[in-house]
């Protein structure tokens, strides 16, 4: 009798025992379902906040450089803003004074003066509706490392004369004939009264750290912050007003230095199709 209640108890304990095991292994699986859920709920919910994390920084990584101010591109009268967002080219207007035209055969129109301004630069001038854009440029181009001296700006048509008058001297000092010294001369220098700087909307630049007062000279295209002004003036409403391999439109030779104000919109779209203000205004 012993003996069968000591095989009764053995099977009821390893019943039991069985039984347990199947409860753990329930419990155990219901534990990792829930982990397993868990996990896949976070994976989720940081790979979404991830995404956005991520749009946040590649915009801001992309934003690094400064953009032209809006004070610069209101000051050409146009609306700032990159030149891609523009939907349309810009409607050119001939008796906008931001596209007069001064050259060779272009003298200024009798009795012109215009309204002068001093710039940051002491004793220069520019026109006072485009001189804040001048002011702007300029103090943007040193803060990025690249610093700039005024050579000339504003130029009344007696300095002109003066200027021209003694460069065709030099060239007859060398050999030249009167005509031959004067058509050289008017290469370099615009004979009064067709001279861009007589408009107070041009100015010569060089680097700072090549101005030595020796003159201007085509090899300073070479000099590297010409890389930053050529890439950023159009944001400012200027253009290199007298391109290389343009000499036979414009009728001056390539100078790498002189610089033509002619409002943000406008610049752009010269800028963007490499032609000069001449043939720009040709599409009129």
Known sequence: MAGKNMRVRRYKSGKNYFWRRVLVAVLALALLAA???GAVALIRHFSSGGDRGGASSTNTSTNTSTPPSSSAAAAGGSAAGSSSQTSSAPTIDKSDWRLLLVGPNDPLPSGYVPQVVDTDYEGYQFDSRAVDAFNQMMADAAASGNRFWVVSS???VARSKELYEGKV???VDQ???QQEAEEEAAQWIAPPGTSEHNAGLSADLVPAAYFDGVGLEQVLEDEPEYQWLWSHCADYGFILRFPKGKEDVTGI???PW????????????ITRRGITLEEYLAQA
């Open 35 to 37: 982990l397993i859920v």
């Open 154 to 156: 504003y130029r009344t």
């Open 169 to 171: 001297q030099e060239y």
């Open 175 to 177: 050999g030249y004939s």
């Open 253 to 255: 030779h390539y100078e």
């Open 258 to 269: 002189h610089f033509r104000y002619v409002g943000v919109e406008h610049a752009r779209e």
